[in-house]
């Protein structure tokens, strides 16, 4: 049986990435098809065990490989002159448009659905806003072009087979918008990486790639408020920004090593996470580090965080607190919260909690759906 795995682009070592790594560890005889590839030859052994990948015009294109997202429109088109025909199980791995690679009914295609487009969909205003693309020529051609990716984007919802999503806030989103079932696997997390520290320092942590969505900007104005310390870890195109607002009690390293990063989270009180992420590795990352978790209580947070809101009952497997809003005021009431109950957290059965999104657990799950999903297919083709 002839494999290929599509994925949207390779530019970044993330957690999409980290799905392709194990989707490789499964099976090592994908070829790999991308819109744009700048993986380094060490994230490409890991990733694709070391497999190059084939790419499609966008990458040829002036600028194509650095400034790529602003060739959004030319995406569908792009993804659609991959010829896929030779292969009978086709995976794509999609936040964007990897799912709507063209196939025949004779091909088999499952698309593990990181989520659906954010920026054409629910986070369309709030994309617009923040790009500065909501009055004006550009700000019309952006809606514009976007428009067209939602009717894009609608038209390619029977080419999977079968959808299989990262969480099921994920799989609610994907029922919404292409009123599409899916199963619900959740991503890999490399716990086994993490360890608990027997020292507990005086400050609070949060790290992320810095873009408006994450909220860092939030977090970080809510302790410029206080006198609490916070560590915040991380880089990307508001860090400058972001750094502006910081006070003598927060500190921004930016960048470290995983080696680093992991020393300061294990030595943390809380880790603050402030996003509507689909999933959200890193507040399984905290958890996996006995770190309590304080989040916004909407999105994959819910699911991984085994949280209680401020004023409730603290269980003995309770793993973190939540707050209700994303503002400064019920960040702070969580803080206050968690302060006052700090001691109830238990730091072993933090960790033991996020066991069940081991790698070692995604891959024999993964695995045995598509299997099953294959057998099936088989039998009814």
Not at 156 to 170: G, M
Not at 191 to 208: L, P, Q, R
Not at 276 to 281: A, L, M, T, V
Request: glycine letters at 4%.
């Amino acid at each position: 049986m002839k494999k290929a795995l599509i994925h949207d682009w390779y530019t970044q070592y993330g957690g999409a990435e980290r799905c392709i790594e194990s989707f490789t560890n499964i099976w090592s005889d994908f070829d790999h098809f991308t819109l744009v590839d700048t993986l380094t030859d060490e994230q490409r052994k890991v990733v694709l065990k070391g497999k190059k990948t084939k790419t499609s015009f966008i990458e040829k294109l002036p600028f194509g490989k650095k400034k790529y997202r602003s060739l959004l429109p030319l995406f569908p088109l792009a993804i659609e002159q991959f010829d896929l025909s030779e292969y009978e199980l086709i995976i794509s791995s999609s936040s964007s448009i990897a799912k709507g690679v063209l196939t025949k009914p004779s091909q088999l295609h499952i698309s593990y659905v990181h989520s659906p487009i954010r920026y054409a969909w629910d986070l369309y205003f709030e994309y617009l806003k923040e790009s500065g693309l909501n009055k004006g020529i550009k700000g019309f051609l952006a809606r514009y072009f976007l428009y067209k990716i939602r009717i894009w984007d609608l038209s390619t919802l029977n080419r999977p087979d079968f959808y299989i999503a990262n969480s099921k806030y994920v799989a609610a989103r994907i029922k919404k918008i292409y009123d599409k079932d899916s199963l619900v696997i959740y991503p890999p997390v490399d716990v086994e990486a993490y360890s608990i520290s027997n020292e507990v320092k005086d400050y609070y942590i949060t790290y992320s790639r810095m873009v408006p969505y994450k909220k860092i900007d939030l977090i970080v104005k809510t302790f410029a408020k206080t006198d609490k310390k916070l560590i915040v870890i991380g880089g990307g195109p508001d860090f400058n920004k972001i750094k502006k607002l910081k006070t003598p009690n927060i500190l921004m390293l930016g960048h470290l090593s995983n080696q680093e990063k992991n020393t300061f989270l294990k030595h943390a009180k809380a880790f603050i996470f402030a996003a509507e992420e689909d999933f959200g590795i890193s507040p399984v990352e905290a958890q996996a580090s006995g770190v309590p978790v304080i989040a916004f209580a909407k999105g994959g947070a819910t699911e991984t965080v085994n949280g209680v809101f401020v004023n409730d009952n603290i269980e003995n497997n309770s793993t973190g607190v939540y707050f209700k809003e994303q503002s400064e005021g019920s960040i702070l009431e969580a803080v206050d919260f968690f302060e006052k109950n700090e001691v109830i957290f238990n730091r072993v059965k933090i960790k033991e909690s996020v066991e069940k999104f081991s790698v070692k657990r995604f891959e024999k799950e993964f695995k045995e759906t598509v299997e099953t999903l294959y057998s099936n297919w088989k039998i009814n083709k």
